[in-house]
């Protein structure tokens, strides 16, 4: 069979093609997850935000010059007004083929009422982030969330045909001892679960040092019960999966502090504002809302965006020390978008 899908032109200085875009459509949210955010977060005024129109330019600019993926991120992209329309829009991209997927990352808040739009769009898959199934802690760690909000929203999005990875940040002391039962849980529904680590992202107002649980440590939990055979499956993300032979199910290990995962690094992230963040790690970037607006076609931010990706660096180097709870960067994680 011949494939015409294009190769991406995007590629960098050590030879790692990016073909995967992340969006982080808005750096509001309707929660304030503890190692996300501090509970007096300050928003961007809206005049900073790219418009619907202006990111519908961008992520076609790098659909052209051969992304072949696209996650929408936060802050909770859900919260966006109008973003089923900018969905509905780009869509475009997977009918004419020049995109594979379009999926999103979403605290679940929002499922309900927009599961089954997200599928007539074209979205096959979301990542929701569930780190707890306790609705006291749920309460907690998000400082009001609702879990029944989010179960009727997964509830919703496996009517609409979603396939669902639960994102869980492990955190010491607070949700380990509900990772193997997550785990059971996740795999009884068909969704795959992938364990975080926490990164140093943005100041919060706990100690990163104390919530830090090293995914090694849940492996080895993990094996004192199931067998976990390694497997090839990988998806655009970082994860690393394993097959869990007793549940049939996958579970994925993001370990962006204990373990490196730069080297097969193929990942751009936009923020809101149309900053382009060569690394999640890494304070280098890249302008691109200034090119949109100085020019209406797109040869400028086009250029911005070749002259970037030739910048982009080898790796990231986080490191949470025993005393030290300083950000490796400084802006949340809602900013960047996960
Ligand atoms: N609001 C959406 C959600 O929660 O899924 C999307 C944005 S959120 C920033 C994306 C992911 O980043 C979530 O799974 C969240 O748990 C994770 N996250 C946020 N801050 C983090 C940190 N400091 N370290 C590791 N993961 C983090
Ligand atoms: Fe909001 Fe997601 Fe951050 Fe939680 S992790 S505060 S849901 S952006």
Known sequence: MVDNKKTTELVDPFGRAVDYLRVSVTDRCDLRCVYCMSE???????????????????????????????????????VRRGLMNFIKDISRHLRSGDLDEITITTNGTQLSRFASQLADYGVKRINLSLDTRDPQKFHDVTR??????????????????????????????FNDGEIIDTMKWCHDLGMDLTMI????????????????????????????????????????GPARYVEVEETGGKIGFITPMSHSFCESCNRVRLTCTGTLYLCLGKDDAADLRAPLRASADNDLVSRVIDEAIARKPKGHDFMIGRDDSTPAVNRHMSLTGG
């Open 40 to 78: 007096n977060m300050t928003f961007l005024p809206r005049k900073d935000l790219l418009s619907l129109e202006e990111l519908d330019r961008v992520c076609s600019v790098f659909v052209e010059k051969g992304v072949r993926r696209l996650r929408l991120t936060g802050g909770e992209p859900l």
């Open 144 to 173: 009001w969330g609702e879990l029944a909000k989010v179960m009727a929203g997964i509830d919703a999005a496996r009517k609409a045909g979603l396939a669902i990875k639960v994102n869980m940040v492990a955190l010491k002391g």
């Open 197 to 236: 680590e926490t990164m140093p992202l943005g100041e919060i107002d706990g100690d990163r040092n104390e919530q830090y649980l090293p995914l090694s440590d849940v492996r080895n939990m993990l094996r004192k019960e199931f067998t976990l055979k390694d497997i090839a499956y990988k998806t655009a």
